[in-house]
């Protein structure tokens, strides 16, 4: 074979490998998007209440969907149902193997949500499917903390009942006793963590968020 066909079959075969490649790349890109839609659309029928359209979804074999999260805020659709305060569809998506510990983008949690909405029924419900309750925020907040900076003393009982650590410090260095000492008696909550001795509760991180 002279060098010149070589040549042209040379370049041929490397224009076909080309052409191979960026078809293989196209390929792969459809899956990727369809997911990313897919997503959307479910977070989307969840906001809008859409049963029938969620259901479909998460009917869908070998899904993985309930646990999607937004791509912006990280918000799964456990935060969308816990910002509403729908207990309904909190137990729905949790029946159908939501996890209740994903955070968002924040590092805050759907319990740690429930927790700054006062909304004593979800909490309940998120720790009796296994939330987190030393959980932290991107601050090392924990929902203890966040009970004692509301005055909930409903909420600060709850989450201590649920193995809260009360001495658990935020990324300041400070904990929910460590707050309500500031506040004094004043804070509802001072007479609730004050009964708790004092290093009776194991903490699993010196500070900061778990992971």
């Known amino acids: 074979m002279s060098k010149g066909i070589r040549g042209r079959v040379s370049r041929k075969v490397r224009g076909a490998m080309l052409i191979a490649s960026l078809a293989g790349m196209a390929t792969a890109s459809i899956p990727a998007h369809a997911q990313f839609s897919d997503s959307h659309d479910f977070l989307e029928a969840v906001k809008k209440r859409d049963g029938e359209k969620v259901t479909n979804f998460l009917n869908e074999p070998g899904t993985q969907i309930v646990n ?16 509403r305060r729908d207990l309904l569809w909190l137990r729905f998506l949790i029946q159908h193997g939501a996890d209740v510990n994903l955070r968002d983008v924040k590092g805050i949690s759907p319990l740690m949500e429930a927790v700054n909405l006062g909304w004593n029924e979800g909490v309940d419900e998120l720790i009796k ?43 300041s260095g400070r904990s929910a006793r460590d707050y309500v000492q500031l506040d004094g008696p004043g ?25």
């Open 68 to 83: 999607t999260r937004n791509s912006t805020t990280g918000k799964t659709a456990l935060h969308i149902v816990v910002e």
């Open 129 to 171: 499917h296994g939330a987190k309750v030393d959980d932290t925020d991107d601050t090392g907040t924990t929902p203890l903390i966040n009970a004692v900076h509301r005055r909930d003393v409903a909420m600060a009982r709850t989450l201590i009942a649920a193995g809260a650590n009360p001495d658990r410090p935020d990324n």
């Open 187 to 211: 804070n509802p909550v001072y007479d609730v963590i004050d009964r708790i001795k004092k290093g009776s509760v194991e903490s699993k991180k010196t500070y900061g968020p778990s992971f």
